[in-house]
T-cell receptor
Framework: KAGVTQTPRYLIKTRGQQVTLSCSPISGHRSVSWYQQTPGQGLQFLFEYFSETQRNKGNFPGRFSGRQFSNSRSEMNVSTLELGDSALYLC?????????????FGPGTRLTVL | AQTVTQSQPEMSVQEAETVTLSCTYDTSENNYYLFWYKQPPSRQMILVIRQEAYKQQNATENRFSVNFQKAAKSFSLKISDSQLGDTAMYFCAFMKLGTGANNLFFGTGTRLTVIP
C-alpha cells in the first residue's frame, strides 16, 4: 500500500504570494492532518479534515486554510505569505478521526519564502 | 492546554550501547496516549512506540522501550543496542482521547547521533 504523498516536495515563493500544498493520504484513510515544522516553534498542529469537514484547528491566522475532497485528498493554502511561513509542512493521515488509530506522515513540503 | 518538554536538545551514544531520552508532559486529561516519533535526515516521521495512559505496563518494541511514570508525568525512551540507523531527531508527543480535539502535541525534539 502506498504511503502518504505530498506535492510539491520543495517550493520557493516570495512575500505576498499565495501557495497551495497537496496531500494524498493512504488509501482508505479518511482523516488528514497538517502540521508546520520550524526550527523556532517546532511542530505545530494546523488543522484536521475528516470526510471533507474541518474537524479541528490549531492556533494559526486565517491566512492558513485547507480543504478535503471526496477522495480524501487534502490541500492547504497559505495566502499573503510572510517570511515566517518558511517551514516544513507535514501531512499525516489515519483511518478515522476521534479514537486512536495510528497517524502516518508524509515526507513533507519544504516551503521557502523570500 | 497540553505541553510536552524534551530537555535534551542533543545526545550521542556509541554503537551497541544504550541511551535514554527524556520527556515530561503536563496535562489535566486522564485519557490519553503518549508517543515517540523518529524523524531521520530524510524527514519522514515514523512512529517508534506508543503508550496508553491507562496501562501501567511499559510499552516495548524490540530494542525500544519506555519508562512511563504517570504520576510524575514522565515518559522516557530507552534505545538498547544502538544502531547507526537510529541517528535521527526523536520527538515525544501527546494525544488526548475522547470527544473534541485529538491532534498531536509535540516536544521540541532530541537530536540523537549514534557514533560508530
Amino acid at each position: 500500500k502506498a504511503g502518504v504523498t505530498q506535492t510539491p516536495r520543495y517550493l520557493i515563493k516570495t512575500r505576498g504570494q499565495q501557495v497551495t500544498l497537496s496531500c494524498s493520504p493512504i488509501s482508505g484513510h479518511r482523516s488528514v492532518s497538517w502540521y508546520q515544522q520550524t526550527p523556532g516553534q517546532g511542530l505545530q498542529f494546523l488543522f484536521e479534515y475528516f470526510s471533507e469537514t474541518q474537524r479541528n484547528k490549531g492556533n494559526f491566522p486565517g491566512r492558513f486554510s485547507g480543504r478535503q475532497f471526496s477522495n480524501s485528498r487534502s490541500e492547504m493554502n497559505v495566502s499573503t505569505l510572510e517570511l515566517g511561513d518558511s517551514a516544513l509542512y507535514l501531512c499525516a493521515s489515519r483511518m478515522t478521526s476521534g479514537d486512536y488509530n495510528e497517524q502516518f506522515f508524509g515526507p513533507g513540503t519544504r516551503l521557502t519564502v523570500l | 492546554a497540553q505541553t510536552v518538554t524534551q530537555s535534551q536538545p542533543e545526545m550521542s551514544v556509541q554503537e551497541a550501547e544504550t541511551v535514554t531520552l527524556s520527556c515530561t508532559y503536563d496535562t489535566s486529561e486522564n485519557n490519553y496516549y503518549l508517543f515517540w516519533y523518529k524523524q531521520p535526515p530524510s524527514r519522514q516521521m515514523i512512529l517508534v512506540i506508543r503508550q496508553e495512559a491507562y496501562k501501567q505496563q511499559n510499552a516495548t518494541e524490540n530494542r525500544f522501550s519506555v519508562n512511563f511514570q504517570k504520576a510524575a508525568k514522565s515518559f522516557s525512551l530507552k534505545i538498547s543496542d544502538s544502531q547507526l540507523g537510529d541517528t535521527a531527531m526523536y520527538f515525544c508527543a501527546f494525544m488526548k482521547l475522547g470527544t473534541g480535539a485529538n491532534n498531536l502535541f509535540f516536544g521540541t525534539g532530541t537530536r540523537l547521533t549514534v557514533i560508530p
